[in-house]
């Protein structure tokens, strides 16, 4: 059974990038446009992990953190940031709202399984 991914972005091309690069390395994948379309989605939907861009209309990368701490089933998976910010308050405020880690876009494939594998076990 192959591990579930859920990406959260409201760029279509990096939602194709993060899922061909995901699929392609043997996970399934769910895209969800947005927190709020996330948020929908999880709920039907057993996931290993999220991976959430920070910048993000209706709800953002923080809120979305925040909200799926808060569901039973999504209290400890890993939340990756998937995001153009580096600033280090940045990367704080979503370690404060629960972020497992942060990758930086431009992000290479090879570093995104990387970080993947490592949080997934």
């Known amino acids: 059974m192959s591990k579930v991914i859920m990406t959260v972005d409201d760029s279509a091309s990096v939602r194709q990038m993060v899922s061909f690069t995901l699929r392609d390395a043997g996970y399934e994948v769910v895209?969800?446009?947005?927190?709020?379309?996330?948020?929908?989605?999880?709920?039907?939907?057993?996931?290993n992990m999220v991976i959430t861009d920070l910048n993000m209309p209706n709800l953002d990368g923080i809120g979305l953190i925040r909200a799926l701490r808060a569901l039973p089933s999504c209290k400890f998976i890993p939340i990756v940031m998937l995001t153009t910010e580096s600033?280090?308050?940045?990367?704080?405020?979503?370690?404060?709202?629960?972020?497992?880690?942060?990758?930086?876009?431009?992000?290479?494939?090879?570093?995104?399984i990387a970080v993947v594998k490592k949080v997934l076990g």
């Open 87 to 112: 600033q280090a308050e940045k990367k704080q405020e979503g370690k404060s709202a629960g972020a497992t880690g942060w990758i930086v876009k431009p992000f290479k494939p090879e570093q995104l």
């Open 31 to 47: 895209e969800a446009v947005d927190g709020q379309d996330a948020l929908v989605k999880v709920d039907n939907q057993a996931l």
